[in-house]
């Protein structure tokens, strides 16, 4: 949902209401992506954003406390990749993963941004991967995977970061494992040898398959005897995530999204500007393919009702979505185990031909090329500060900079390669060249796009703004912010251009 960035815009400018002296925001209520007006007057708001200014260390120890980078070379086509995030709800809504698939040779990196709280955010994040590991397993493996004995361990992907932050319930664990035990059974059951295998439609299926068996086990929890259970996974029914996943196996990237994150591809094109190359479509309101998908999936004469505001139901902004059952469940179930906890309210008004949501991905294919440099994943608390052109330059920028910081050398030649030519070398020292104007404050290129996308003017870094935009008083920050997760995937160039 679009955060109305005040301090970028400057208070004072169009948002103001002449006759009323009042500031309008977007906000966010809490069961949901919901939007409202809320109304502060300019004298109010320039008291409650005159923080006192952070000096240079703290804004550095802010934007640097959450950042990691990972060297993989020499690995495949991933050199490294960076991320970093920068809460703005308290607890944080945003998740991440990256991961190596264990018995293949993928790696993969996910950004999903809860609404409604974290729970469905939390939960989508520890357990897609191993669905997605598991759906690409060779028959050999998940025969043996499938048939393991009880308590034997499993691991199917490699974690680079801990994904986990908040506590489930060991009962919910329990749930979790059965379903994913089932899956695995239903996998080996549906793989014949030699069959024909579609990455583009098998990530659509994992994604409908763990959206389907929450709701299951959902079910589950209401035919168990524990009402805590039952709460807990209610609970997580009623928030909702969206998630965009890269899958990244030699030069072939798949990205699977349902929601609004984004994923964006870094391109040097042969004139040396950087291409912003999107690799996701919005599953919004502004995308009008996506209404029309909507709309064409019931009656005509809903078609008024579905939509308000700009929002499913005038409630919910994402069109696609992990969880948010009360937007998918028949109505029968909702008043059996909603209607009871939450009132008659949580019912959507003319709710009548569920469900009106749904967690199945668009997925994109793109085989790298050498001049594909980078990939960016991001939660829309960052795309809401800056496009994805102005990304992909920032990024770009950072790599030309950053790569002036390190002494000159040629890549070895050898059995991999023949050595570069006389007009590559050249090529190289220009782009160093000018890298030396884009000397990066920070190491890390994730750290260094939030520090641009939140502090960057055409002059360069203003110090006041990025102070101000950090020291917004908790209560009110989700007004000017989202949180921001980001990840930056940097490819091998080596790699890459003896592979094409
Ligand atoms: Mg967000």
Same mark, same amino acid.
């Not at 977007?26 to 949901?32: D, T, V």
């Not at 048939?147 to 506590?167: F, H, I, S």
């Not at 260094?448 to 950090?470: K, P, V």
């Given at each position: 949902?679009?955060?109305?960035?005040?301090?970028?815009?400057? =208070?004072?400018?169009?948002?103001?209401?002449?006759?009323?002296?009042?500031?309008?925001?977007?906000?966010?209520?809490?069961?949901?992506?919901?939007?409202?007006?809320?109304?502060?007057?300019?004298?109010?708001?320039?008291?409650?954003?005159?923080?006192?200014?952070?000096?240079?260390?703290?804004?550095?120890?802010?934007?640097?406390?959450?950042?990691?980078?990972?060297?993989?070379?020499?690995?495949?086509?991933?050199?490294?990749?960076?991320?970093?995030?920068?809460?703005?709800?308290?607890?944080?809504?945003?998740?991440?993963?990256?991961?190596?698939?264990?018995?293949?040779?993928?790696?993969?990196?996910?950004?999903?941004?809860?609404?409604?709280?974290?729970?469905?955010?939390?939960?989508?994040?520890?357990?897609?991967?191993?669905?997605i590991a598991a759906s690409l397993l060779p028959l050999d493996i998940l025969e043996?995977?499938?048939?393991?004995?009880?308590?034997?361990?499993?691991?199917?992907?490699?974690?680079?970061?801990?994904?986990?932050?908040?506590?489930?319930?060991?009962?919910?664990?329990?749930?979790?494992?059965?379903?994913?035990?089932?899956?695995?059974?239903?996998?080996?059951?549906?793989?014949?040898?030699?069959?024909?295998?579609?990455?583009?439609?098998?990530?659509?299926?994992?994604?409908?398959?763990?959206?389907?068996?929450?709701?299951?086990?959902?079910?589950?929890?209401?035919?168990?005897?524990?009402?805590?259970?039952?709460?807990?996974?209610?609970?997580?029914?009623?928030?909702?995530?969206?998630?965009?996943?890269?899958?990244?196996?030699?030069?072939?990237?798949? =990205?699977?999204?349902?929601?609004?994150?984004?994923?964006?591809?870094?391109?040097?094109?042969?004139?040396?500007?950087?291409?912003?190359?999107?690799?996701?479509?919005?599953?919004?309101?502004?995308?009008?393919?996506?209404?029309?998908?909507?709309?064409?999936?019931?009656?005509?004469?809903?078609?008024?009702?579905?939509?308000?505001?700009?929002?499913?139901?005038?409630?919910?902004?994402?069109?696609?979505?992990?969880?948010?059952?009360?937007?998918?469940?028949?109505?029968?179930?909702?008043?059996?185990?909603?209607?009871?906890?939450?009132?008659?309210?949580?019912?959507?008004?003319?709710?009548?031909?569920?469900?009106?949501?749904?967690?199945?991905?668009?997925?994109?294919?793109?085989?790298?090329?050498?001049?594909?440099?980078?990939?960016?994943?991001?939660?829309?608390?960052?795309?809401?500060?800056?496009?994805?052109?102005?990304?992909?330059?920032?990024?770009?920028?950072?790599?030309?900079?950053?790569?002036?910081?390190?002494?000159?050398?040629?890549?070895?030649?050898?059995?991999?390669?023949?050595?570069?030519?006389?007009?590559?070398?050249?090529?190289?020292?220009?782009?160093?060249?000018?890298?030396?104007?884009?000397?990066?404050?920070?190491?890390?290129?994730?750290?260094?796009?939030?520090?641009?996308?939140?502090?960057?003017?055409?002059?360069? =870094?203003?110090?006041?703004?990025?102070?101000?935009?950090?020291?917004?008083?908790?209560?009110?920050?989700?007004?000017?912010?989202?949180?921001?997760?980001?990840?930056?995937?940097?490819?091998?160039?080596?790699?890459?251009?003896?592979?094409?």
């Open positions: 949902m679009a955060v109305v960035p005040v301090m970028r815009n400057q =208070i004072g400018s169009h948002l103001i209401n002449p006759s009323t002296q009042q500031l309008q925001f977007w906000s966010q209520a809490l069961n949901g992506k919901i939007k409202f007006w809320s109304n502060v007057t300019y004298t109010q708001c320039r008291s409650r954003f005159s923080q006192p200014k952070l000096s240079p260390q703290q804004v550095n120890t802010i934007l640097r406390c959450n950042e990691s980078h990972v060297d993989l070379s020499p690995s495949g086509s991933i050199k490294c990749f960076d991320v970093n995030q920068l809460p703005s709800n308290n607890p944080t809504e945003d998740r991440r993963a990256e991961a190596r698939c264990v018995h293949t040779t993928g790696m993969l990196f996910g950004v999903f941004d809860g609404h409604g709280g974290w729970p469905c955010a939390e939960m989508i994040c520890r357990r897609l991967f191993n669905y043996q995977v499938a048939n393991r004995k009880d308590g034997d361990p499993l691991q199917l992907v490699q974690w680079y970061n801990k994904p986990y932050a908040g506590n489930f319930s060991r009962e919910l664990g329990h749930l979790s494992d059965t379903s994913f035990n089932r899956y695995l059974g239903q996998l080996l059951k549906n793989t014949k040898p030699n069959s024909e295998f579609n990455m583009q439609d098998n990530l659509v299926k994992v994604f409908q398959q763990l959206d389907r068996d929450f709701w299951d086990e959902v079910e589950a929890a209401e035919l168990s005897s524990s009402t805590s259970l039952l709460n807990e996974m209610l609970t997580i029914a009623m928030s909702g995530a969206v998630a965009c996943v890269a899958h990244l196996d030699g030069v072939h990237l798949h =990205i699977a999204n349902t929601g609004d994150c984004r994923a964006v591809l870094g391109t040097l094109s042969e004139s040396n500007t950087w291409v912003a190359k999107p690799l996701t479509k919005l599953h919004g309101f502004e995308n009008p393919e996506e209404v029309r998908r909507l709309l064409g999936e019931h009656p005509a004469n809903e078609s008024s009702t579905i939509i308000k505001q700009e929002r499913l139901f005038g409630q919910l902004s994402p069109l696609r979505a992990f969880g948010d059952f009360r937007f998918k469940w028949p109505v029968s179930m909702q008043k059996r185990l909603l209607v009871p906890l939450y009132g008659h309210n949580i019912l959507p008004p003319n709710y009548y031909t569920p469900p009106y949501l749904t967690a199945k991905p668009e997925v994109t294919h793109h085989r790298l090329l050498p001049r594909d440099k980078f990939l960016v994943l991001a939660t829309d608390g960052l795309w809401e500060q800056v496009p994805p052109s102005r990304v992909v330059q920032m990024v770009g920028e950072y790599m030309s900079g950053r790569q002036t910081l390190e002494p000159f050398r040629l890549p070895p030649a050898g059995k991999r390669h023949k050595g570069l030519v006389l007009g590559e070398i050249n090529e190289i020292l220009k782009q160093r060249q000018e890298g030396l104007h884009h000397k990066p404050i920070d190491a890390n290129a994730a750290t260094h796009l939030l520090r641009n996308a939140l502090g960057g003017t055409e002059y360069g =870094i203003d110090h006041t703004m990025l102070s101000q935009m950090l020291s917004v008083p908790e209560d009110v920050v989700r007004l000017v912010r989202d949180d921001i997760t980001i990840v930056i995937v940097f490819f091998d160039k080596d790699y890459l251009r003896h592979r094409n």
